[in-house]
């Protein structure tokens, strides 16, 4: 069984007197163990589909139809009290900014002692040496400096290693971390990702890894899933997705990457993302696609088996 079964899921949109999906119909399962790239370009709502794992959904949104199966539990059916006993405890997530998840004003030390005090129930000394060990873990030197430091003191790539390692210290069965590596150099983000999926890994863990470059799933994820106008459009494992995907979009995204490696554009796929508020007809990829054909914008394509994978797209059915 899947520890996270997300079964057709709709989030709604509601904003100034405006109707729309963020989300559509997403289905998406995560077997235990495995680490699980979710890849789409912005506004995909990779976000929105992780905060309505974790029951944070903006007031603006809302989760319609379908079901969050954790552990075999619908998670969209539980209570506010209820969600607090999975909320970081069995689910972890790593906000897209650190900045706003790391306090302010506690030390990163403080900060992991008081987890392992609190949600770990060890004791003072006991604690200490726990928050120098996860640290070590992660693979950090400096330990004392970054244990003493304020969020605002550590550079970007050392406070997603702080709110890394404050995640993993309570523990959670799923780690979810979206975009870990936003605003950090190549290089640091390409570490940062290889350290990330070697932790999980060691502790046994099963995580969601969003990331808007597929390039960075490779060598770190086992299986992709790439997301499109609030669905899932390709599906399967790294070696079949992350390098040789089937669906038009899937294929742009690692053009966009290659292109950018070469100091091209981030950006390659021409036109933009279809506004939630005012959706297109058919497949919603079709004012992009390069392969746009007959059925394409009346038809919206089903998820089929093809290649080892599940895909989207009229070319496949
Ligand atoms: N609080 C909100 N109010 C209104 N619309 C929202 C809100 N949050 C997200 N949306 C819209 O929902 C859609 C999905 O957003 P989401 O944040 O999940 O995208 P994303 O894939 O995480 O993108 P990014 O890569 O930019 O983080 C977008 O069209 C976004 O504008
Ligand atoms: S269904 Fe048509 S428009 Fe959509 S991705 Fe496939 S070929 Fe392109
Ligand atoms: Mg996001």
């Known amino acids: 069984m899947a520890l996270l079964s997300i079964r057709d899921l709709d989030i709604e949109l509601r904003h100034q007197e405006r109707f729309g999906y963020a989300v559509r119909g997403l289905d998406l399962d995560i077997e235990a163990g495995e680490i699980v790239g979710l890849v789409g370009e912005s506004g995909s709502g990779?976000?929105?589909?992780?905060?309505?794992?974790?029951?944070?959904?903006?007031?603006?949104?809302?989760?319609?139809?379908?079901?969050?199966?954790?552990?075999?539990?619908?998670?969209?059916?539980?209570?506010e009290e209820e969600m607090e006993k999975v909320r970081g405890r069995r689910i972890g997530i790593m906000f897209q900014n650190p900045r706003e998840s790391l306090n302010p004003v506690f030390t990163v030390g403080n900060q992991l002692r008081t987890v392992y005090r609190k949600v770990r129930g060890h004791g003072k000394r006991r604690a200490r040496e726990e928050a120098r060990l996860m640290l070590r873990s992660?693979?950090?030197?400096?330990?004392?400096?970054?244990?003493?430091?304020?969020?605002?003191?550590?550079?970007?790539?050392?406070?997603?290693?702080?709110?890394?390692?404050?995640?993993?210290?309570?523990?959670?069965?799923?780690?979810?971390?979206?975009?870990?590596?936003?605003?950090?150099?190549?290089?640091?983000?390409?570490?940062l990702f290889v350290e990330i999926g070697r932790v999980i890994k060691e502790t046994g863990k099963t995580a969601m890894i969003i990331t808007h470059d597929i390039s960075l799933v490779s060598g770190v994820c086992d299986s992709v899933a790439v997301m499109y106008s609030g669905q899932v459009v390709e599906r399967g494992g790294v070696a079949e997705v992350g390098r040789q995907p089937l669906h038009p979009y899937s294929t742009g995204l690692l053009k966009a990457a290659d292109f950018a490696d070469e100091g091209g554009r981030a950006s390659y796929i021409p036109g933009s993302p279809p506004d939630p508020f005012t959706p297109t007809g058919g497949c919603p990829f079709h004012p992009r696609c390069p392969k746009v054909f007959e059925p394409c914008a009346d038809l919206a394509p089903l998820a089929v088996s093809t290649g080892g994978r599940l895909v989207r797209c009229h070319l496949y059915e």
């Open 138 to 191: 992660l693979g950090l030197r400096d330990i004392d400096r970054v244990l003493a430091s304020y969020p605002h003191q550590l550079s970007g790539g050392m406070a997603q290693r702080a709110l890394l390692a404050l995640t993993l210290a309570c523990d959670p069965e799923l780690l979810i971390a979206d975009e870990p590596a936003t605003g950090l150099d190549a290089a640091t983000q390409t570490r």
């Open 46 to 79: 990779k976000s929105l589909t992780a905060r309505a794992v974790m029951g944070l959904l903006p007031s603006a949104a809302s989760a319609g139809r379908g079901q969050i199966l954790f552990d075999g539990m619908d998670l969209l059916t539980f209570t």
